[in-house]
């Protein structure tokens, strides 16, 4: 019989000399490996466990829950935000009344090129939308996450480098493979009736797209938040407002620092 993957977290008690080697040796008296262990945020400990049969994750669950010195929290099978609270020893936030908005901060980068490549790996159409002030690593992040997932990402619209507007694509480029980069606030702002035909054939592609300053872009086109299936907000730190009053004055002018490449 395969083994199957779980996902043991329990609050530490009281944390006396000795106690994860216990646990440890607990589980190696009941056949199931450790594959992973790691501190999680506020006196947490996280482990990604091995076993054969589900019966020994509830034996251990009611032998676990005995123990005055800890108390479990969790002990499932493993989910994408448990996997990476393991890696990086802290939980990926999530908006409590958007469950799929998630919060990241400037210093948790690491933490979120992880989860988002994780995104990127899966097959099929897929809507993402991040938020931010300039400058705090939006278009960085994703592009690190496109490399850690194997996928190769093409800008539709963005200012990464120079103002980029597309207005085709060549026939290599239309791939299920492919991660599709826009920028709301540039198509918005500079693009044409093609860039926005580009677009609409984008995503219809069973592929995945990013989104840059979803709220514009949906202010703009036929979509809405609803269609999007994850947020992603990224602050210099946790107080930041993302504001876009910034970018939504009028007459953004040709010589703002930016020159324009039209594909």
Not at 170 to 194: F, H, P, Q, T
């Amino acid at each position: 019989m395969e083994k199957k993957e779980w996902y043991l977290e329990y609050e530490i008690q009281y944390n006396r000399p000795g106690l994860l080697g216990d646990i440890s040796s607990l589980l190696g008296m009941m056949k199931i490996n450790i594959v992973t262990i790691n501190g999680v945020e506020n006196s947490h400990r996280g482990m990604l466990l091995l076993c054969k049969e589900e019966e020994q994750m509830t034996r251990l669950r009611s032998i676990l829950n005995t123990m005055d010195t800890i108390k479990v929290t969790k002990l499932r099978r493993p989910k994408l935000r448990d996997r990476l609270a393991v890696r990086h020893g802290r939980y990926i936030h999530s908006d409590v009344d958007d469950k799929k908005t998630f919060r990241f901060n400037r210093e948790d980068l690491g933490l979120l090129v992880d989860f988002m490549a994780e995104l990127f790996m899966k097959n099929g159409h897929k809507l993402v939308g991040i938020r931010g002030m300039p400058r705090v690593g939006k278009t960085e992040s994703v592009v690190a996450a496109s490399v850690c997932a194997n996928k190769r990402w093409l800008f539709v619209s963005s200012t990464l480098l120079k103002q980029t507007v597309r207005n085709q694509l060549i026939d290599e480029e239309y791939s299920e493979d492919n991660l599709y980069i826009i920028d709301g606030i540039v198509s918005a702002k500079r693009a044409n009736e093609k860039h926005w035909q580009l677009v609409r054939e984008i995503m219809r592609l069973p592929a995945t797209k990013v989104i840059e300053h979803p709220d514009i872009f949906v202010q703009e086109t036929e979509y809405t938040m609803d269609d999007f299936d994850y947020i992603i907000e990224l602050r210099n730190n946790e107080d930041e407002e993302i504001t876009y009053e910034p970018v939504e004055k009028p007459g953004m002018s040709m010589n703002d620092g930016f020159s324009m490449f039209d594909f």
